[in-house]
């Protein structure tokens, strides 16, 4: 037999005995975003590329690839950002060719998780999505017939294990596939790239180097892993983020997932933790109506977090570590219920004593004459140090001292087992449980960063065990005491229904996840709550839209797993209510730009009493009561954009923010502000230099140059980044 693992420091040699191994017919299993092998993928697929004997078939979600420009000024300002950010990360092929509709015949590319809105419009992209809740990745995988899994790790303490650092979600789970295949004799290969700049996370996340049948490893297989930029937070950002940190329970759990709103929670939350007195003042600005103030009395609070949060949650976000630095996330659960039950209750806390003893044999969770079984759970949970041996119904205290009877019971025995046999501190602990990371570039460096007793807080494990109650139903009840699941919607409607993932023609625009099982989740465990946030206003081309609407065609949570939805306007507790109660809170959470649409068509619906009128505090839903509201904080430094630092440069930023807003308008537009604007810009304000010089627009080349530096002063002036005004203006010849 071979032995495993073969091991390869190149590529295409790593391809090569693929194919040798497999054959032609090739079908891949690789993880959700940053776990996939790109180096050993795009071998494969160049392999498949020039060679249409090669069958090969990608089942994965979420690929992640560069981001690519579609203009010149955006070519301008990403390609610095793009080689200083991401610098090798080598991006996915088979992505570009999908985009740009040049996969070969002989190659599928499947995916259950779209790059947000990266797939619109994409044909081939679209026809191969499958629709698959995260939590049951796993087994559906195997049912498309994969027979190889691929996957990218980091090297583990010492040669003979690795681990699957950012993705051990799905992994873990197929683990018992790949056995029971092996030893039937039907093997589902499995092949890794160990990355030394991925992050080394152990506990579950560490596996026998025998799991993988090949491993690409070495110089060549390491390179700088996807960075997600931060994107920037704003204010109905931290107006959801404020509400959602009202209802979180002290000693409960939270999900949240990646993007601005988490950034916002989690800004909240260490506000609520470190500056209370300015929490309370800023959520009493708020004017919150009676029933948002009386669930935030029954569910959640404003007091500092005592006992702290524990996080459960399918994706780790740069969010929790930012909690754990502030205090907020702090609540251990360990894998026991006797433990958990016991420390919830406040019998006994994390410091070993002979309290700790004596409340695990009252409750069961030990016998009073001590086998080899309660020994070896004691020392697994640090309640014994690791010196205590067990024989022959006596204790070995690894002291050289007299063997002591196993017997808690006997009042002798027992004083020695207490001076002698006790730990100081129980071990395993966790704060957090993930299925997978992915963040930016400082969020990777956060978790190489920890320390050895830190990275074991962090515990990554399978999407089976973190998604659902099932498998394991009492212990995850125990340990997701108050569990808020918070998850992002694009619309949601005046029934209450959520769409998430999909546009109404049909069109995906993400996936699903694991946001079903989180909602449905929520509404088994007796204190859990979902929490569905949705920006009340989105602003297309054609200027602002509704995000709350009296229906949508498209639905990825049904109106009877409805619970708790948020904008920045208010909150809507819908579980349990009639049709017309939701109808109204949904329409008093809803810009008031739209308000009265919304309820007309409540009404015509036959869901809402035709002499309802809207309440007058609902009537400033308003960008600018909302701009308001942190304008004094912001003006002292708070609630900034980027509250947890940038990849982009301040003129980067200010760059992006002002063209975003450009490439709002048509061209017919952007020409006649020009043209209004065309006294000033014959000479361009001296202001608008670092900007320009940052374009390479500085000095303009051609009249193609020159008109590129007065759109983008011009949108500078528009975004009141610089003034307009500015009597100090350069001479420079922008006629060229």
């Known amino acids: 037999m071979t032995q495993r693992p073969q091991r390869f420091t190149d590529a295409e040699a790593t391809i090569d005995w693929l194919i040798e191994t497999v054959g032609t017919d090739i079908r891949v299993g690789a993880p959700l975003g940053l776990g ?181 490893e070495g110089e060549a297989a390491t390179f700088k892993p996807f960075g997600a930029p931060a994107m920037p937070v704003a204010p109905a950002d931290y107006a959801i983020g404020l509400r959602v940190s009202t209802l979180l329970a002290d000693g409960g759990t939270l999900q949240i997932g990646i993007g601005s709103l988490s950034d916002a929670i989690a800004y909240c939350a260490d506000l609520r933790e470190n500056h209370n007195d300015d929490y309370r003042a800023l959520v009493a600005a708020m004017n ?125 025995a027992r004083a020695q087992i207490d001076a002698r046999c006790l730990g100081t501190r129980l071990k395993g602990a966790t704060l957090v449980h993930g299925g997978f990371f992915l963040g930016p570039n400082g969020f990777y460096q956060s978790l190489h960063d920890l320390t050895d007793d830190e990275r074991e807080l962090f515990h990554m494990t399978s999407v089976g065990q973190i998604n659902h109650l099932y498998g394991g139903e009492a212990l995850r009840r125990v340990q997701r005491r108050e569990a808020r699941f918070v998850n992002t919607a694009i619309k949601a409607t005046l029934s209450g229904a959520i769409a998430s993932d999909g546009l109404e023609s049909g069109q995906v625009l993400s996936g699903v996840g694991g946001q079903y099982n989180f909602v449905a989740q929520a509404q088994e465990l007796v204190d859990g709550r979902s929490i569905i946030c949705v920006r009340a206003v989105r602003n ?38 009639t049709d017309e109660q939701i109808a109204t809170a949904m329409i008093e959470i809803a810009d008031a730009r739209f308000q009265d649409d919304l309820r007309s068509a409540a009404v015509a619906a036959g869901k809402l009493r035709q002499d309802y009128q809207i309440p007058v505090q609902a009537r400033n839903n308003t960008p600018e009561n909302i701009a308001a509201l942190f304008a004094e904080q912001q003006q002292a430094g708070r609630f900034a954009a980027y509250p947890y630092g940038s990849d982009f440069t301040e003129i980067e930023r200010e760059l992006i923010g002002a063209l975003k807003k450009l490439q709002g308008g048509s061209p017919t537009a952007i020409f006649g502000r020009l043209a209004r604007h065309a006294s000033i810009l014959a000479s361009l304000p001296s202001s608008a230099q670092p900007y320009l010089e940052r374009m390479d627009l500085a000095r303009p080349r051609s009249w193609r140059e020159s008109l590129y530096a007065r759109l983008v002063t011009l949108a500078l002036i528009n975004d009141g980044v610089i003034d307009s005004g500015d009597e100090d203006s350069e001479d420079t010849d922008l006629g060229a």
């Not at 030893?183 to 799991?211: C, E, H, I, Y």
């Not at 069961?364 to 010196?387: I, M, Q, T």
Request: hydrophobic residues 40%; proline residues 5%; negative net charge.
């Open 36 to 216: 996939k092998p790109a180096t050993l993928m795009n071998a494969l697929y160049a392999r498949a590329r020039a060679n249409p004997q090669i069958k090969l078939s990608f089942l994965t979600a979420l690929s992640l690839d560069l981001p690519v420009a579609s203009s010149e000024l955006e070519r301008r300002i990403m390609a610095p950002i793009v080689a200083r950010v991401f610098e090798d990360y080598p991006g996915l092929d088979y992505v570009r060719d999908q985009k740009a509709g040049a996969l070969p015949d002989n190659v599928t590319v499947s995916e259950f998780f779209f790059q947000p809105g990266a797939m619109l419009g994409n044909d081939d992209a679209q026809r191969n999505y499958r629709s698959v809740n995260y939590t049951h990745a796993a087994r559906d995988i195997i049912n498309s017939g994969v027979n190889v899994l691929m996957q990218m790790g980091a090297p583990g303490r010492h040669a003979d294990e690795f681990s699957l650092s950012s993705n051990t979600d799905v992994t873990l789970d197929l683990i018992p596939v790949v056995e029971a295949a092996r030893a039937a004799g039907t093997p589902l290969f499995v092949v890794g790239q160990l990355n030394a700049k991925m992050p080394m996370m152990t506990r579950s996340a560490l596996v026998d180097a025998s799991l993988a049948d090949a491993i690409f």
């Open 288 to 412: 919150q109506p009676r029933d948002e103030r009386a669930l935030v009395d029954t569910i959640g609070g404003l007091a500092p977090f005592e006992r702290g949060l524990y996080g459960c949650t399918e994706m780790l976000v740069d969010a929790y570590m930012q909690m754990y630095r502030a205090g907020v996330i702090k609540r251990v659960v360990y894998d026991d219920i006797p433990l958990q039950t016991l420390l919830d209750a406040g019998s006994i806390d994390e410091t070993v004593s002979a309290d700790t003893l004596t409340a695990l044999r009252r409750q069961g969770a030990v016998r009073p004459d001590l086998n080899g079984d309660d020994v070896a759970y004691l020392k697994h949970f640090g309640v014994f140090h690791e010196d205590v041996r067990w024989g022959d119904k006596q204790l070995d205290a690894g002291d050289g001292g007299d063997p002591i009877a196993a017997d808690l019971d006997d009042e002798a």
């Open 540 to 577: 297309s081309s054609d200027g602002p839209e509704s995000n709350i609407v009296a229906h949508y065609a498209h639905t990825t949570i049904p109106r009877h797993l409805r619970d708790i939805v948020i904008t920045e306007y208010g909150v809507a507790d819908l579980r349990g209510k």
